[in-house]
């Protein structure tokens, strides 16, 4: 059916104007004032800002991890999300060394295809380079539309790839056009110094952060980098938490190099303190890399406002506190790492963010939803608000005073890493391709309508942009 929006403030990563929307089929048809109303649902936005739906870049759904699986599935994640004004989410696909990229695929199209509620793409997990990855990899991106793989530094034993696989990851990249995208802490000296603290009889959570200290995520940061300028490739660095890896990032930059960087709001908002909160209750803020001292999140600020950094993703990989992360009660480095964020991704950083001057509107938008799409092959479809483009609209009211809480929260996790943090701003309604998912504040949408996005190639737009610093 065709909607009609109607008396809101349209905002998109360049601009901010009154104007009507109109919606069909799927798409947004027509911008602009006086718009024919014959036919079409008049959905009234007055005193609501109307931006383009969220592009999540960094989610973690239904992800065995840790001896446990992730509490958020690909429905209630997606759910959680759309009420948190992000209608796509791209999520990392995980392999198995000697198992065929297809099999995983195949994994992950069944974890999430009948179940998400907005649309979503994958990211691809490398963890070894061989003649079998080589021949796959251009089906991977040809066929699947995975134009991304995920390298991790770190999870020694676990997750963790040798230099040598992330150089022939992003000599791959380079020539097939896509992103290579790395965890980076050093996984070897962390690997060495948790079993050292944990000799020393240090059980507790904060030994997880005091065991992967700034210095190796700066390394791994600035490693990564010179592999790949050394490759002429490209480089995304998920959740940088610190203020070593940001200069990293815009040392690597400043030489011309494609590196970009993506932090998250636990690091805007939260440090390495609540690790120390008593009763075990510092296992809710575990995750990798861990939180830092306060300090740092006026570094990540300034380098979002000035365009080092380009994106936020949420890093969602929920545990629960009672069942999951209790598995490390008395170790410290068997805490599942990672923590529930999807849903606030979007208000912590329009009110911590634009409401505090921190970033314009527009950079809010670019760095929640533009600037992604545009990295990872999803724009114009996804990111903006233009004629052409899927109608993934978020109705905003900047004017909502709330308390974030697990008890309203729509995550099926049992806390929240952000409870009795005051926000400003809410999302009413949201719109996947034309259709409300989330309508007045109730979820009217459905598992299955979700569909799986295959992405562009890591393309000529980002390379001519490299040095566009964040319109303003
Ligand atoms: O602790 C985290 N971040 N868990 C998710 C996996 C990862 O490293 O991104
Ligand atoms: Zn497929
Ligand atoms: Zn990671
Ligand atoms: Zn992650």
Redesign the pocket.
């Known amino acids: 059916m065709r909607k009609l929006i109607k008396n809101g403030t349209i905002v998109t990563a360049a601009d901010t104007f009154q104007a009507e929307i109109l919606v069909e089929d799927g798409k947004i048809s027509a911008i602009g004032t006086n718009l024919p109303s014959a036919g079409a649902e008049v959905i009234d936005a007055k005193g609501c800002l109307v931006f383009p739906g969220g592009v999540d870049p960094?989610t973690?759904l239904d992800m065995p991890?840790g001896g446990t699986v992730t509490k958020d599935d690909f429905e209630t994640g997606t759910i959680a999300a759309a009420f948190g004004g992000t209608t796509t989410v791209i999520d990392?696909c995980l392999t198995e060394k000697g198992h065929p990229l297809k099999k995983a695929i195949q994994t992950w199209h069944a974890k999430s295809n009948e179940k998400a509620v907005i649309d979503y793409g994958f990211h691809l997990m490398v963890s070894e380079i061989n003649d079998d990855v080589l021949n796959e990899l251009p089906q991977v991106i040809n066929e699947e539309g995975i134009t991304s793989f995920k390298v991790?530094m770190?999870?020694k034993n676990v997750f963790q790839a040798d230099d040598d696989t992330l150089f022939r990851t992003l000599l791959s990249a380079k020539e097939l056009g896509a992103l290579v995208m790395v965890?980076a802490e050093n996984g070897d000296v962390i690997d060495y110094l948790t079993k050292k603290a944990l000799e020393e009889g240090k059980t507790e959570p904060i030994y997880h952060a005091l065991t992967r200290p700034p210095e190796l995520e700066g390394e791994a940061t600035g490693r990564a980098a010179k592999l790949t300028g050394l490759a002429d490739s490209q480089l995304y660095v998920?959740?940088v938490s610190c203020a070593d890896a940001v200069e990293k990032i815009a040392e690597a930059r400043s030489k011309g190099l494609n590196v970009w960087g993506e932090t998250c709001p636990q690091y805007l908002v939260l440090d390495i303190s609540d690790l120390e909160k008593p009763n075990f209750e510092g296992a809710k803020y575990?995750?990798?890399?861990p939180l830092r001292e306060k300090w740092n999140q006026d570094v990540l600020w300034n380098a979002l406002k000035s365009g080092q950094l380009q994106t936020i993703g949420s890093?969602q990989?929920s545990f629960d506190f009672k069942g999951q992360k209790d598995l490390g009660k008395d170790d410290f480095s068997k805490i599942p790492?990672?923590?529930p964020m999807i849903e606030d991704r979007v208000s912590i950083l329009f009110s911590e963010g634009v409401k505090k001057g921190r970033i314009t509107l527009n950079q809010f938008v670019d760095i929640i939803s533009t600037r992604s799409a545009k990295l990872f092959g999803l724009f114009p479809k996804k990111g903006t608000i233009a004629v052409g483009s899927d109608a993934d609209i978020v109705i905003f009211d900047p004017t909502i005073e709330r308390v974030i809480s697990a008890e309203t929260h729509h995550m099926a996790v049992d806390y929240n890493a952000f409870e009795g943090m005051k926000v400003t701003g809410e999302p009413v309604s949201v719109l996947s391709r034309g259709e409300f998912v989330v309508r007045d504040k109730q979820f009217v949408g459905k598992p299955g309508n979700g569909k799986y996005l295959k992405r562009e190639k890591y393309n000529t737009y980002t390379k001519l942009n490299q040095n566009e610093t964040m319109s303003i």
């Not at 575990?286 to 890399?289: A, E, F, L, M, T």
């Open positions: 960094h973690h991890f990392f991790f770190a999870y965890h998920v959740h575990v995750w990798s890399p890093d990989c790492n990672g923590g």
